[in-house]
């Protein structure tokens, strides 16, 4: 194995998460773990479909366990969004929401589906025409501008930072950051104007966004809404590695049986790589995807210690 | 199987795409958007089926910043056709292949 302290990185602690920690663990790997357990789709879910588990469990329980299991065979857990993803000379780089970069041989994408839609009126109608859901594509139509970030997450959070550069205020519309301690720090001393214990209730305009009616009635004229609902995804996250979704709804990661994507040393695993939404299909692709990695790993590092 | 997907600026859009002689399909885009990179394949894909009827042609908005305000472009990608010099329709986002499709079949 290669001088890194990690060679094996997972974005993703539910159930396709923790079982490519523990299968590549396994092999001796250097594993660590990214992510959430409340932000696993299994947090609030009570189990019995699951083989081998007789009782009902929740699974909340199953995710505590899960980790337990994964540190015993050496994985290193960190309660980190990741917010930036890149690929260089076939390393791939994550930097986390308190602004940490780390570097990698293997990734592994197990962020499961999350909701991202407000579901509020105004929010089809004006998609594009001032309604966005991607502040790294878009921030720069609203140079000068008045803009309002939506979200309690780290995505929203680093959104709001993020748009600083272009547009004139920046608010924050949030219930409570839910985000690092230093994200936090960092986004009370910026210019970020943040409105909390509150929520949008409709997004208002004529022929495009002209503001916000928020849930305590007060109405915030803005010309941008960006909705970032919890943390970043597969499309703003892996896209940006090249990685190739399912034409037909563009919402999955393509693999093969190996849990390969089209990127050398990228895999994915779990709600990530299309349905069924299930325990047993997650745990299944990330034990591949755990082997796979671990595997892909010890091999690069080998062909490079053999090159000198 | 037509020419590939053509990149136009704000310079050579009058000609190439206002004045097509065909129904063009333009892609706005930009190297630092996910979205964008997703669904750059699908728009080659397209063009090799639909290439002898109809342009596919992409429009970096880092490099021409007049066009996408022209059309009120405010999220990308925005894909948009054009019948002889007008909107015919406009979809945000990476959207599926099929809903490609479909817009396409309005005009063939
Ligand atoms: C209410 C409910 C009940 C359910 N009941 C059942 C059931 O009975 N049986 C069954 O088989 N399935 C059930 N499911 C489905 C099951 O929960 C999912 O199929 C399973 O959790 C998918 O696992 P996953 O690891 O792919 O993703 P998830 O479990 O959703 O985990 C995703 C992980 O990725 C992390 N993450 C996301 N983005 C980032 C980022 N940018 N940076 C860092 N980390 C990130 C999150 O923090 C989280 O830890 C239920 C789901 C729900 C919502």
Redesign the pocket.
């Known amino acids: 194995m290669s001088d890194q302290l990690y060679n094996v990185a997972i ?8 079982q490519a920690a523990i299968h590549s663990g396994s092999k001796k790997a250097k594993v660590i773990v ?9 947090y ?7 083989c081998c588990s007789e009782d009902v469990i929740t ?1 909340k329980e199953m995710l505590e366990a899960g980790r337990k299991q994964a540190e015993s065979f050496g994985a290193v857990f960190l309660e ?4 930036e993803a890149k690929s260089e000379n076939n390393r791939f780089i994550l930097v986390t929401e308190s602004g940490g970069a780390f570097t990698f041989e293997t990734l592994i994408l ?5 909701r991202k839609k407000l579901q509020v009126k105004g929010e089809k109608e004006f998609v594009g025409r001032g309604v966005s859901y991607c502040v790294d594509c878009d921030a720069t139509f609203f140079k000068g501008m008045d803009v309002a970030v939506v979200g309690n997450e ?2 929203a959070a680093a959104g709001a930072l993020a748009l600083l550069l272009y547009a004139r205020t920046v608010y924050l519309v949030c219930r409570k950051p839910m985000i690092s301690d230093l994200l936090h720090e960092r986004l009370k001393r910026s210019e970020v104007r943040i409105l909390q214990d509150t929520w949008v209730k409709e997004i208002v305009g004529a022929n495009e966004v002209e503001g916000l009616m928020l849930t305590n009635d007060e109405s915030l004229k803005v010309s941008g809404v960006f909705i970032e609902l ?4 597969a499309m703003e ?1 892996a896209a940006n590695l090249g990685v190739v979704f399912d034409a037909e709804t563009f919402s999955f990661i393509e693999t093969n049986k190996k849990q390969e994507t089209n990127i050398p040393g990228l895999y994915a ?4 790589t299309g349905q069924p ?6 745990v299944g692709e ?1 034990c591949t995807a755990g082997i796979e990695a671990a595997e892909y790993a010890r091999k690069l590092a080998d062909s490079e210690r053999s090159r000198g | 199987m037509g020419q590939g997907v053509l990149d136009v600026d704000d310079s050579s859009f009058e000609s190439e795409i206002l004045k097509a002689d065909k129904p063009v399909l333009v892609d706005f885009w930009a190297p630092w958007c996910g979205p964008c990179k997703a669904i750059a394949p699908v728009m080659n894909q397209l063009e090799e089926t639909y290439g002898d009827s109809i342009i596919f042609a992409r429009c970096n908005v880092d490099h021409s910043p007049n066009t996408p305000t022209k059309y009120s472009i405010r999220a990308i990608p925005t894909i948009i056709l054009f019948q002889d010099g007008k909107v015919v329709d406009q979809v945000v986002g990476a959207v599926p292949k099929s809903h490609l499709e479909e817009l396409l079949k309005k005009i063939l």
Request: aromatic share 6%; proline share 4%.
């Open positions: 974005i993703g602690r539910g159930p396709a998460g923790l990214f992510g959430k357990p409340r932000n696993s789709g299994l609030k879910a009570r189990v019995a479909n699951f699974g980190e969004d990741i917010i197990a962020m499961g589906v999350a780290s995505a919890g943390a970043k995804g996250l695993a779990g709600d990530i939404w299930q325990i047993a299909k997650a990330g």
